[in-house]
Every structure is written in C-alpha cells, then in structure tokens.
C-alpha cells in the first residue's frame, strides 16, 4: 500500500521561502503523477501544482505560479515543492497526493488515489 509523507512545513515570515518534501514508502511513485494541495481553515481544498509521472509536465494554480516550483527525485521517491515569496494567503494545511491520472484531472478535479496526512505553512510576520 503505498504512503505518503509530507514534511518541511513551519512558520516562515512573508516574503520567505519553504521546501516541501514528499516522501513515499509501500510503491515506488515512479508510476504515479503527484500533486499538491492546500486547505486553509474554512476554505475547500485546492491544487496547487502536480507533476507528471517522469516530471515533463507541471500544472500550476494562478495564485502560485511563479512562486512555486513542483519536482521528483523518482530515484529518492521523493517530491518537492519550492516556496517562494510566501505570503500570508498561503497559510494552510499542505497535502501531497498521488494518483494515475494527468496533472490537470488531479490538480483541478482533485482526481486522487492516496493522501498524505499533511504539514502546517504559516505565514506570517
């Protein structure tokens, strides 16, 4: 059964940088797109960024591109998301995902297979 766990969450001032790391145990994620997805206090889940299964495709949300970089270390079955120019909009509870779909399917139709269990991104001054 394959897990996932997410780390590298903190508190971090406006204006810093976060890296993300999603680690996976059970399956190798070689054979899995990945996404991220955020879910602030009162707000529905959303995604973020998800990555193809060899890492050729990336997709976006508005409010994070530029900022935001998705990547794998298929060898190291590990995900990363780099933050960047964190705002404080960008706190919420971050999640890792995996699934067989596309990046678009999983990223805005939230077309997942496993969770990870999440880690806390604080921005603030």
């Known amino acids: 059964q394959l897990q996932l766990v997410e780390s590298g969450g903190g508190l971090v001032q406006p204006g810093g940088s976060l890296r993300l790391s999603c680690a996976a145990s059970?399956?190798?994620?070689?054979?899995?797109?990945i996404g991220w997805f955020r879910q602030a206090p009162g707000k529905e889940r959303e995604g973020i960024s998800c990555?193809?299964?060899?890492?050729?495709?990336?997709y976006y949300a508005d409010s994070v591109k530029g900022r935001f970089t998705v990547s794998r270390d298929n060898a190291r079955n590990t995900v990363y998301l780099q933050m960047n120019t964190l705002k404080p909009e960008d706190t919420a509870l971050y999640f890792c995902?995996?699934?067989?779909?596309?990046?678009?399917?999983?990223?805005?139709?939230?077309?997942?297979?496993?969770w990870g269990q999440g880690t806390q991104v604080t921005v603030s001054s």
């Open positions: 990555i193809s299964v060899r890492g050729f495709v990336t």
């Open positions: 995902a995996a699934g067989g779909t596309t990046v678009q399917a999983m990223c805005v139709s939230l077309t997942v297979d496993t």
């Open positions: 059970g399956f190798g994620l070689e054979d899995y797109v």
